[in-house]
């Protein structure tokens, strides 16, 4: 069976034939225009059959474009249970295509949901995130056990701009340097908070999320966590200083690193080469 989503009512009408208003502990700020959507959804893909799991589906109106992609499944992680009936008229609608889960995406096992719904396929990762839970949820698949094979996705500006910071910009801190140990990223769409319904208090912007060849051990990954938060904690002093609990000027010599400069100017390969030398 084929995806035939042509006979679905509007966004706006499903919202309101089902009576749902939205939630502010959720983090629900919802995109109702499915040519904003399908475009989130060309710029985060191609998808080119791998299966995409999407955060927060809300009233689905990405969903419905991530259906209509090029993508051979569609995992929908939702925590609000009252979208449920409403997400399960899509799932219908989408011959197959579609499977719906009511799950909280911060406690869920990914490579779990691929391996029950989509026989362990590679999954991509795409989401108007829930601005309460983005970052979290971004160091999730980041640094965990599940490696996506892209991700696009929609944080608050502000958040976009720290995670594809690069080194010398006021954004740029721990976010950034995690961010690009593992993936390239780039802000690809900005989106007024107007787009939304009801409207955010500020700007949203999508990140590209690309992983990067290979990728550091894990024990790399947790001391750069440890290295950026000491550097980043104190960004307006000397690495000597900063890092001091970590090596200071000893561990900065042994990384090749200058430890009279400050964190906001080392590129991430700097910070990579001084995560290896707290672990050596
Ligand atoms: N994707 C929809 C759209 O673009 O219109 C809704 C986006 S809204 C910003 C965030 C969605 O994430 C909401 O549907 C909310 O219920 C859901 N959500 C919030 N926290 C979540 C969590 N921990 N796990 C899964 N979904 C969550």
């Keep these: 069976m084929s995806a035939d989503l042509d006979h679905l009512p509007p966004l706006r009408e499903s919202l309101a034939d089902h009576g749902l208003l ?42 419905r474009a991530l259906v209509e992609s090029d993508a051979s499944k569609v995992i929908a992680v939702e925590k609000d249970a009252r979208f449920l009936p409403l997400l399960n008229e899509l799932a219908e609608a989408s011959g197959g295509k579609l499977v719906v889960v009511e799950a909280d995406a911060l406690k869920v096992d990914e490579q779990t949901l691929l391996t029950e719904h989509a026989g362990g396929a590679e999954g991509h990762l795409v989401s108007n995130l ?19 094979h892209g ?10 701009d720290r995670v594809a910071a690069e080194p010398g910009s006021d954004a ?13 990223a780039r802000v690809v769409m900005d989106l007024p908070a107007r787009a939304f319904t009801p409207p955010p208090k500020v700007a949203s912007a999508v990140v590209r999320l690309d992983p990067l060849p290979s990728r550091p051990p894990e024990a790399e990954l947790k001391a750069l966590e ?15 200083s900063s890092l001091k609990q970590l090596g200071g000027a000893a561990l900065c010599e042994k990384a090749g ?4 400069a400050r964190a906001e100017v080392i590129p991430v390969e700097g910070f990579l080469r001084l ?3 707290t672990l050596s």
């Excluded at 690193?257 to 009279?260: H, K, R």
Aim: hydrophobic fraction near 40%.
């Design 151 to 160: 991700m696009g996705l929609m944080f608050q500006k502000e958040v976009a």
């Design 130 to 148: 829930p601005y309460n839970v983005g970052t979290p949820l971004l160091l999730k698949w980041l640094t965990g056990p599940w490696r996506p």
């Design 275 to 277: 995560a290896r030398a």
């Design 226 to 240: 440890r290295v950026t938060a000491a550097a980043f904690g104190q960004r307006r002093k000397m690495l000597r």
């Design 22 to 63: 939205a939630k502010k502990s959720f983090g629900q700020h919802f995109l109702l225009d499915l040519n904003v959507t399908r475009k989130i959804a060309r710029l985060s893909g191609p998808f080119e059959g791998r299966t995409v799991i999407e955060v927060g589906p809300g009233p689905g109106g990405l969903t």
């Design 257 to 260: 690193v200058d430890a009279d």
């Design 172 to 184: 740029y801190g721990r976010l950034a340097v995690i961010s690009q140990a593992v993936c390239t």
